[in-house]
């Protein structure tokens, strides 16, 4: 089947690094978004994996590995705005259906 | 502005009366979708349009319509709302390259709540 797993919750320090992972059974696999989404908002574009190893993007990093079917956000020094729901999901077969984790809600601490 | 909107933002309506929500983007995406968003369940792709008349089924289609007549619109359709279709609605498209593009960025509208009595 396809199934994609991330963590429900996760809390962090301001100005600290944490590690969001996602791990993902999927056939016709492409690439792995990765989406942020306040509370009320809708998710916005973060990043899109479709070869391993990481990509980095200021404070944002994302990694993928496709033959362990695994990825991770890494956000570092964190701030108070990064408190937000972050979302992982699948890009499946040649047209390109979505399939979404039910994301991790992030609490950052002062 | 590049954007996607839908409309309306907020509905309230009855069981059985028919209703479209509207979604249009402004960027030339070929690529577009709906989901719905619920609590404890994530977002769930509903349908999918990888071009003009050209319509998939996501993971939860049972209930809702699509068309695709023009690039820019993608129009969800619910011929008979129920209930269970309460919900936060989201349209999507996507810039460059398909699927197996690094550039596969997919942008969201601002949502639709809609609440089936």
């Known amino acids: 089947g396809q199934n994609i797993d991330q963590p429900t919750e996760m809390t962090a320090t301001e100005g600290a690094i944490v590690q969001i992972n996602c791990t993902y059974q999927?056939?016709?696999?492409?690439?792995l978004f990765w989406y942020q989404q306040h509370a009320g908002e809708a998710p916005t574009f973060l990043s899109y994996?479709?070869?391993?190893g990481l990509e980095e993007k200021g404070r944002f990093s994302s990694f993928l590995s496709r033959s362990k079917g695994y990825s991770y956000l890494l956000l570092k020094e964190l701030q108070m705005k990064d408190s937000a729901s972050y979302l992982c999901?699948?890009?499946?077969?040649?047209?390109?259906?979505?399939?979404f984790g039910k994301g991790t809600r992030l609490h950052i601490l002062p | 502005e590049a954007q996607v909107t839908q409309n309306p933002r907020y509905l309230i309506t009855v069981t059985g009366k028919k209703l479209t929500v509207t979604c249009s983007q402004n960027?030339?995406?070929?690529?577009m979708s709906w989901y719905r968003q619920d609590p404890g369940l994530g977002l769930r792709q509903i349908y999918y349009?990888?071009?003009?008349?050209?319509?998939d089924k996501g993971d939860v289609p049972e209930g809702y319509k699509v068309s695709r007549k023009e690039k820019r619109n993608f129009p969800l359709i619910l011929e008979s709302p129920s209930p269970n279709q309460t919900s936060l609605y989201f349209c999507?498209?996507?810039?460059?390259?398909?699927?197996?593009?690094?550039?596969?960025?997919?942008?969201f509208g601002p949502g639709t709540r809609l609440t089936v009595l």
């Open positions: 999507a498209s996507s810039s460059g390259g398909g699927p197996s593009s690094r550039y596969n960025e997919q942008f």
């Open positions: 999927t056939s016709g696999f492409n690439g």
């Open positions: 994996n479709v070869l391993d």
């Open positions: 999901a699948a890009s499946q077969n040649r047209d390109d259906k979505i399939i």
């Open positions: 960027m030339n995406h070929e690529y």
């Open positions: 349009s990888m071009n003009v008349e050209v319509t």
